[in-house]
């Protein structure tokens, strides 16, 4: 088979110079495009930053709770982030915008149902941030989780607690929006009830008294409130009651020394604490013979 090098070279030519004319021009311009957008895209990074910060300062001269602007600060600046990407790959014909419409519609179903977890407590952080039940340095109780403490931090997925024993607790938000939570930030005292069980053959008189000499020379209790009742009549035993103010901080402090007195100085008088038991008695009868003799 013949070839002709002229007739090669030339068609080489034609064919380069037919791309630089087609795809050439349009890869020239799509450079300079994407350019551009990468110029504007770090000027917008810039703007939004130095906006952020600016309002950021002026949320806080207002007093507005620095956790709660600082996460909607952040969710606009990466909102407007997420947008002007998007943007850009549409504007560069990249992927076309119902293609990238389809994929987020795909995407956010399959992440929503992995991630269920995950987004109500993220939904939770929004609540807890938006409506503030509570709020850093308040003293939270949760019943459910059977948790107290001071309020360290809110995060976006996780409430952090500091307990009275010191121990760092981080509780998922979903937890304290679908829960009842105690702020006990609004007063400074707290109430605290000692049932004492009794025996019913026990002097009820004498162990008022006790508990009254008791409670009364308790530290760090307040001197309104203070009394001792019968608070209930139980199947086994006569319920006690020691009612009294304490300060939040001292609760815990307060119930355990006061649990440990009245133990101690019930077995001293002989008052007797009765536990759960059954008393089972026998009767016998006499039997009687029912066949007489012929």
């Given at each position: 088979?013949?070839?002709?090098?002229?007739?090669?070279?030339i068609?080489?030519?034609?064919?380069?110079?037919?791309?630089?004319?087609?795809?050439?021009?349009?890869?020239?311009?799509?450079s300079?495009k994407?350019?551009?957008?990468?110029?504007?895209?770090?000027?917008?990074?810039?703007?939004?930053k130095?906006?952020?910060?600016?309002?950021?300062?002026?949320?806080?001269?207002?007093?507005?709770?620095?956790?709660?602007s600082?996460?909607?600060?952040?969710?606009?600046?990466?909102?407007?982030?997420?947008?002007?990407?998007?943007t850009?790959?549409?504007?560069l014909?990249?992927?076309?915008?119902?293609s990238?419409?389809?994929?987020?519609?795909?995407?956010?179903?399959?992440i929503?149902?992995?991630?269920?977890?995950?987004?109500?407590?993220?939904?939770?952080?929004?609540?807890?941030?938006?409506?503030k039940?509570?709020?850093?340095?308040?003293?939270?109780?949760?019943?459910?989780?059977?948790?107290?403490?001071?309020?360290?931090?809110?995060?976006?997925?996780?409430?952090?607690?500091?307990?009275v024993?010191?121990?760092?607790?981080?509780?998922?938000?979903?937890?304290?929006?679908?829960?009842?939570?105690?702020?006990?930030?609004?007063?400074?005292?707290?109430a605290l009830?000692?049932?004492?069980?009794?025996?019913y053959?026990s002097?009820?008189?004498?162990?008022k008294?006790?508990?009254?000499?008791?409670?009364?020379?308790?530290?760090?209790?307040?001197?309104e409130?203070?009394?001792?009742?019968?608070?209930?009549?139980?199947?086994?035993?006569?319920?006690?009651?020691?009612?009294?103010?304490?300060?939040?901080?001292?609760?815990n402090s307060?119930?355990?020394e006061?649990?440990?007195?009245?133990?101690?100085?019930?077995?001293?008088?002989?008052?007797?604490?009765?536990?759960?038991?059954?008393?089972?008695?026998l009767?016998?009868?006499?039997?009687?013979?029912?066949?007489?003799?012929?």
């Open positions: 088979m013949y070839y002709d090098a002229d007739k090669i070279t068609m080489t030519f034609d064919d380069l110079n037919n791309w630089i004319h087609g795809k050439g021009k349009s890869l020239i311009d799509f300079f994407l350019i551009i957008a990468l110029i504007l895209f770090y000027i917008l990074c810039k703007v939004l130095k906006l952020s910060n600016s309002i950021q300062t002026r949320l806080d001269k207002r007093g507005v709770d620095h956790i709660a600082g996460f909607v600060i952040r969710i606009i600046r990466y909102g407007i982030i997420i947008l002007a990407l998007f850009i790959i549409t504007q014909h990249i992927v076309e915008a119902a990238i419409a389809a994929l987020i519609a795909s995407a956010g179903v399959g929503s149902l992995a991630m269920q977890g995950a987004l109500s407590n993220f939904a939770g952080g929004v609540l807890l941030l938006v409506l039940p509570f709020k850093k340095g308040d003293y939270i109780v949760i019943p459910s989780n059977n948790i107290e403490g001071t309020v360290e931090e809110i995060e976006t997925y996780y409430t952090t607690i500091r307990t024993l010191n121990e760092i607790v981080k509780i998922p938000n979903s937890q304290l929006t679908n829960n009842s939570v105690i702020n006990r930030k609004g007063s400074e005292n707290r009830l000692v049932k004492v069980n009794v025996a053959n002097d009820i008189k004498k162990a008294s006790v508990l009254k000499v008791i409670l009364d020379s308790q530290m760090n209790t307040l001197g409130g203070k009394n001792v009742f019968v608070e209930e009549l139980g199947d086994h035993s006569v319920v006690l009651g020691v009612f009294c103010m304490v300060p939040v901080l001292e609760y307060v119930r355990r006061l649990n440990e007195k009245i133990l101690t100085r019930f077995r001293e008088e002989g008052i007797e604490i009765p536990y759960n038991q059954i008393d089972v008695h009767v016998q009868k006499e039997k009687k013979n029912i066949f007489k003799k012929a």
